[in-house]
Structure formats: structure tokens, C-alpha cells
T-cell receptor
Framework: DAKTTQPPSMDCAEGRAANLPCNHSTISGNEYVYWYRQIHSQGPQYIIHGLKNNETNEMASLIITEDRKSSTLILPHATLRDTAVYYCIVRVANNNAGNMLTFGGGTRLMVKP | NAGVMQNPRHLVRRRGQEARLRCSPMKGHSHVYWYRQLPEEGLKFMVYLQKENIIDESGMPKERFSAEFPKEGPSILRIQQVVRGDSAAYFC?????????????FGPGTRLTVL
């Protein structure tokens, strides 16, 4: 699976949009971009994933550049409960050889009042 | 619909004892994954199991660690003769299929402390 690079930490004001970047310049054509987050002392939580089109769900939006070498996770109206470590992961979705998730260092997002 | 359940949530063992961590996947899920998170570090994959089969154990330490997922009952991660370096949070995740969209559902974790 391709390696990802994320800033170690970011701050965001409550109620504002949080934009979390991720670089994955070695991504392959059949690899998806996944985002998970881990709130302190809890298990990771799936947020969203995409291949090449932008995606949106009730939690967030995922913007993938046309060359797919980077992406941005957008939390449109961050709340204090969004304070967490956010992990960007790229992997093949239909990988029958193994479905593990490879977590990097992630971005520690601090939402401030 | 209950989520992934892990027990115990906290486990204290003395060096040399055995630790048994249990994971009950979500209903209808037949794939289980174990991850370990050392203090102040990210999660590291350990093992991937289906019912009665170990599919990928590339992340498991070669000694003292074993995992199983029997036909009936929870998945068990077993650590024999624990050492202080085994102190960590152990997370279990499950998915309804080994392929597909890659979403895994995580449990709350078991925090192992070795004295």
C-alpha cells in the first residue's frame, strides 16, 4: 500500500471548516483513499473513502486532486467533539490477499472554542 | 445492532503471566483484525482471521503471541509470558467481508498493563 504524508497537528476554530491535507504521491490506480479518526482512548472510526471522484457523506467531504496524488478531508463545521487524530490511508479495496489497514502518524486536530 | 465488543476493557498482568483478550465481532461479520497501539504511537496491524482460519499474521510477533477465531465464540488474542513492552492498547476490528470497500468497525480496545 502507498505511503501517506500528513501534517502532525492542526488547530481549527469551533464552527469553522477543518481542512486536513494528505499527500499520497505514489498511489496506484487501483488504490482508494480512506480516512479514519481516533478520538482519545477510543477505537478508530471510519469517516469516508474515495477512488478519484469527490465524495460526501454525513460526516465529511473528501476532495481528491485530479492526479490523485493528494487529497483533503473537510469537516464543514467542526465541533469540539471532532478533536481527534485523523488518519489518511491508501489501500487496494478488493485485496483478497489481506485487508489490513496501515496507519501512519495521522494529524492531531484540535478544535478550539 | 451491537458494535464490536472487547473484553476486558482493562487488564493488569505481572511479568510472566498470560493475557487473554477477547473480541466479539459485529453480528454478521466473519472477518476479524487485531491491531496494537503502543503508547503515543499509531496502530499497527497484527493479524487477520476468518472463522477457524488465520489469513494473515504478518504483524504478529514470532513468539508468545497467538490468535484464534473459533467456529463458535469470540476471537481470542493470547499473549504468553507477558513483558513490560507488551503494555499497549489492543484493538479488534471486524468487517462483513474480506474484500469490498475496506471499512472496518473497531471495538473500544483492551488496555493491557504489565507490571
Amino acid at each position: 500500500d502507498a505511503k501517506t504524508t500528513q501534517p502532525p497537528s492542526m488547530d481549527c476554530a469551533e464552527g469553522r471548516a477543518a481542512n486536513l491535507p494528505c499527500n499520497h504521491s505514489t498511489i496506484s490506480g487501483n488504490e482508494y483513499v480512506y480516512w479514519y479518526r481516533q478520538i482519545h482512548s477510543q477505537g478508530p472510526q471510519y469517516i469516508i473513502h474515495g477512488l478519484k471522484n469527490n465524495e460526501t457523506n454525513e460526516m465529511a467531504s473528501l476532495i481528491i486532486t485530479e492526479d490523485r496524488k493528494s487529497s483533503t478531508l473537510i469537516l464543514p463545521h467542526a465541533t469540539l467533539r471532532d478533536t481527534a487524530v485523523y488518519y489518511c490511508i491508501v489501500r487496494v479495496a478488493n485485496n483478497n490477499a489481506g485487508n489490513m489497514l496501515t496507519f501512519g502518524g495521522g494529524t492531531r486536530l484540535m478544535v478550539k472554542p | 445492532n451491537a458494535g464490536v465488543m472487547q473484553n476486558p476493557r482493562h487488564l493488569v498482568r505481572r511479568r510472566g503471566q498470560e493475557a487473554r483478550l477477547r473480541c466479539s465481532p459485529m453480528k454478521g461479520h466473519s472477518h476479524v483484525y487485531w491491531y496494537r497501539q503502543l503508547p503515543e504511537e499509531g496502530l499497527k496491524f497484527m493479524v487477520y482471521l476468518q472463522k477457524e482460519n488465520i489469513i494473515d499474521e504478518s504483524g504478529m510477533p514470532k513468539e508468545r503471541f497467538s490468535a484464534e477465531f473459533p467456529k463458535e465464540g469470540p476471537s481470542i488474542l493470547r499473549i504468553q509470558q507477558v513483558v513490560r513492552g507488551d503494555s499497549a492498547a489492543y484493538f479488534c476490528a471486524s468487517s462483513p467481508t474480506g474484500s469490498g470497500n475496506g471499512e472496518q468497525f473497531f471495538g473500544p480496545g483492551t488496555r493491557l498493563t504489565v507490571l
